[in-house]
T-cell receptor, first 114, second 115 residues
Framework: AQKITQTQPGMFVQEKEAVTLDCTYD???????LFWYKQPSSGEMIFLIY??????QNATEGRYSLNFQKARKSANLVISASQLGDSAMYFC???????????FGTGTSLTVIP | EPEVTQTPSHQVTQMGQEVILRCVPI?????FYWYRQILGQKVEFLVS????????KSEIFDDQFSVERPDGSNFTLKIRSTKLEDSAMYFC?????????????FGPGTRLTVL
């Protein structure tokens, strides 16, 4: 069975500082994809970044980077130079090649403090 | 940029009534999904749909739920007899393919309130 775990229900970060949001996963599949989504208070789900299980380099997208440690089955999201607009819920998700669905973690609520 | 659309944005209904939530996935996408999110909680998978049939469904997706792609563009979720606990945000999503790297594009959601 696939499982995503986000152990930080809430995080605070000072504006302009970096923050790491944790995500661990459990799967027996060899091929899978890991995704991070942002959900602001308005409710929409915004795709941030993707990491493939066979990717050798950590994914980066602007201020977002993914610290992928395959042996530890972790895919932590790093947000650099936090901005007030980064305050939102962040969900880690996984898709394996043995099914179509995405598995989501419980989310981390990030608050950026001015 | 193409996007997934959902209507209505908010639906209020009485317990026991039927509701139909509508979605228009991105036009060249082949895989379609419904998720729900009870306020403040995790996103829960309901069903995936490919090649005009359900490919996976969760335990939540019982006989009260059904999905349909009636006309090649719309993708609907029907709840036959709503319960109070069906109150949630319902997200439609689509992907272009079935590969692990295919990003899921989400619609803006429909907030369902069952009174």
């Amino acid at each position: 069975a696939q499982k995503i775990t986000q152990t930080q229900p809430g995080m605070f970060v000072q504006e302009k500082e970096a923050v790491t949001l944790d995500c661990t996963y459990d799967t027996s599949d060899q091929s899978y994809g890991l995704f991070w989504y942002k959900q602001p208070s308005s409710g929409e789900m915004i795709f941030l970044i993707y990491q493939g299980s066979y990717d050798e380099q950590n994914a980066t997208e602007g201020r977002y980077s993914l610290n992928f440690q395959k042996a530890r089955k972790s895919a932590n999201l790093v947000i650099s130079a936090s901005q007030l607009g980064d305050s939102a819920m962040y969900f880690c998700a996984m898709r394996s090649n043995t099914g179509n669905q995405f598995y989501f973690g419980t989310g981390t609520s990030l608050t950026v403090i001015p | 940029e193409p996007e997934v659309t959902q209507t209505p944005s908010h639906q209020v209904t009485q317990m026991g009534q039927e509701v139909i939530l509508r979605c228009v996935p991105i036009s060249n996408h082949l895989y379609f999904y419904w998720y729900r999110q009870i306020l403040g909680q995790k996103v829960e998978f309901l069903v995936s749909f490919y090649n005009n049939e359900i490919s996976e469904k969760s335990e939540i997706f019982d006989d009260q739920f059904s999905v349909e792609r009636p006309d090649g563009s719309n993708f609907t979720l029907k709840i036959r007899s709503t319960k109070l606990e069906d109150s949630a945000m319902y997200f439609c999503a689509s992907t272009v393919g079935g590969q692990t790297y295919n990003e899921q594009f989400f619609g803006p959601g429909t907030r369902l309130t069952v009174l």
